[in-house]
Nanobody
């Protein structure tokens, strides 16, 4: 029904920046929340940032506050994650997710992108 595709991953040095984008297609009615999750090597998937598509309200996990910014373009059905001041601990596979409500639990999101790798070297 809903397909999500991520773009923009890559490799940067400590302190660098990357911008991730997620394109949604297939009909987005019923989708009220778009989010970015990440899975570092050997660790569980965790929420990074969320945006309520109707209100624009955002949420960030503590470790990225002040460095990452999530934004949306409803006309283009896209959500982006601007990542600044990147650290090695930000290295992970980043996933775009969509669901009916915003939540820190990945199981509450019904749609997922394929993932895009972000690697930050020291």
């Amino acid at each position: 029904q809903v397909q999500l595709v991520e773009f923009g991953g890559g490799s940067v040095q400590y302190g660098g920046s990357l911008r991730l984008s997620c394109s949604a297609s297939g009909g987005t009615r019923g989708i009220n929340c778009m989010a970015w999750f990440r899975q570092p090597p050997g660790k569980e998937r965790e929420v990074v940032a969320e945006i309520h598509t109707g209100t624009g309200n955002t949420y960030y996990t503590d470790s990225v506050k002040g460095r990452f910014t999530i934004s949306q373009d409803n006309a283009k059905n896209t959500v982006s994650l601007q990542m600044n001041s990147l650290k090695p601990e930000d290295t992970a596979l980043y996933y775009c997710a969509a669901g009916p409500t915003c939540s820190v639990r990945g199981t509450d999101f019904g749609y997922w992108g394929q993932g895009t790798q972000v690697t930050v070297s020291s």
